[in-house]
């Protein structure tokens, strides 16, 4: 412990953050808002052209004369990741939609010409990390963030013209996380480097990023995110370091943000690169054992439903009672069968029915007392198994997830059900859509 402290001492120097800039007036601190593409960015005859050029050749000389380079096929390259980053970005409003068509064509001049080790062009990763965050929702300036978030750092693109083009806040989240890549790389130049000092100023840098902009850590996340999915073109050795460091660090902070998408992602393709025979396994055991509850589930689903929708609490007070089924990832089982020592016939949560009550009017999500009526309904239909029962509304989970858990029996076999409010659920998917593995089943903690 001495050790680490003495660590982080050591490479405080290494952090100077950059003062605050003195408050600006708006059109400064919001540069792209003055933009005025054509009105429907899908125009044919305007798709495939960078609508923002006369902007960029005015802030970035190098950027200019790429463009100048730039043939038919860069033009079509550059449409095809608009048009993809345009449909998910459409909870925008139009000025946010602007800024990140802009962020776009930035990012294509700024990568044109590399490579990724896949092979395919550098560009597709921040297209494809602001997509994550875009599925999110974050905000405008974070999903351009995402896109421009290794310019700097790869490129000949300056802080300067990211702040002139997109403003303060982006600035500050790309100069941010530029940071926390460059410093656990620091950590490991230093003369005796090793594990300890390099997760010691991982968590340090991540710790002052927060402390600066949270917003800076989502990118990170999301950037963490996109290269696990492509570990596999990285050789072998590098692919275990670098699951281990996702799965020690950046998964259990998205799980600390409340970012479960992210959380469960990051998890399950570390395991699988850490320990592919035991994944692998568990995966297949996984889809056995859903394979034979199936029944239980749609017996269990169709009586929730007949029985929920004929009461009359839930009839004058919700407007739709939605139930749908999860599946528990391997990550989450494995870890369960290794804390409670035992195989996964013992694990009871495996397949879930989760019930969400959908209110007439928006003030009466406030009120949880149906998700204790249904908890009711629930127990007098199936009987509940001892210990079971988790009350995350009373009592919600440090990162604000809430929710009723209990575990029945449907005929002989176990099923959780999970009951909670749209508005507890909305807050959910939020940060913790689940990436569907059929149309009813889907895969969560």
């Known amino acids: 412990m001495l050790r680490a402290v003495a660590l982080v001492a050591a490479l405080a120097q290494a ?10 007036p708006l059109s400064h601190l919001r540069p792209h808002a003055h933009l005025r593409p054509p009105t429907r960015l899908r125009a044919t005859v305007e798709r495939s052209e960078f609508l923002y050029a006369a902007d960029i050749e005015a802030h970035s000389a190098t950027l200019a004369s790429t463009l100048a380079a730039c043939g038919r096929d860069d033009r079509a390259e550059m449409a095809s990741y608009a048009d993809a980053l345009e449909c998910e970005s459409e909870y925008l409003r139009p000025s946010g939609r602007r800024a990140v068509r802009y962020a776009v064509e930035v990012a294509f001049l700024a990568h044109r010409g590399q490579k990724r080790r896949s092979g395919e062009p550098f560009v ?15 905000d405008r300036d974070t999903v351009v963030s995402g896109l421009l978030h290794d310019t700097v750092e790869d490129t000949d693109l300056t802080f300067g013209e990211v702040e002139a083009m997109f403003g303060v806040d982006v600035r500050r989240i790309v100069e941010g996380e530029t940071k926390v890549s460059k410093l656990p790389k620091m950590a490991r130049e230093l003369p005796a480097a090793d594990a300890e000092k390099e997760q010691v100023e991982n968590m340090r840098s991540m710790f002052i990023a927060m402390a600066e902009d949270w917003r800076i850590v989502v990118v990170k996340l ?6 696990m999915r492509t570990l596999r073109f990285m050789p072998p050795r590098k692919r275990a370091k670098i699951s ?10 998205a799980h600390r943000l409340g970012m479960w998408q992210y959380k469960t992602e990051l998890e399950e393709t570390s395991f699988e690169h850490l320990f592919p025979a035991e994944y692998a396994a568990l995966d297949e055991a996984i889809a056995r054992k859903r394979t034979t509850v199936e029944a239980a589930l749609e ?12 009461d009359v609490m839930i009839k ?3 407007r739709t009672v939605s139930i749908e089924g999860r599946t528990k990832s391997c990550y989450s089982t494995w870890k369960k069968m290794q804390r409670q020592q035992c195989g996964i016939e013992r694990i009871d949560d495996l397949v879930a029915l989760r019930v969400v009550l959908k209110a007439e009017r928006p003030e009466a999500e406030a009120d949880t007392s149906l998700c204790y ?3 009711g309904k629930v127990h007098s239909t199936w009987t509940p198994l001892p210990r079971t029962l988790k009350d995350y509304i009373s009592s919600p989970k440090p990162n604000g997830y809430r929710s009723l858990h209990t575990t029945v029996l449907v005929g002989s076999q176990p099923l959780e059900v999970q009951i909670r409010t749209d508005d507890m659920h909305r807050v959910c998917l939020l940060y913790t859509s689940p990436s569907p593995r059929d149309a009813t089943l889907s895969r969560m903690p």
């Not at 597709?124 to 974050?138: C, G």
């Open 299 to 310: 017996e269990c689903r169709g009586t929730l439903e007949t029985m929920l929708m004929d």
């Open 222 to 227: 999301a950037d963490r995110l996109h290269n």
């Open 15 to 24: 952090w100077v953050p950059r003062p605050r800039a003195t408050p600006k």
């Open 373 to 375: 009526h249904v908890l």
């Open 244 to 253: 281990r460091e996702t799965l020690e660090i950046f998964a259990p902070l």
């Open 124 to 138: 597709t990763h921040p297209v494809e990390v602001a997509k994550i965050l875009a599925r999110t929702h974050m």
């Open 316 to 318: 004058g007070r919700m």
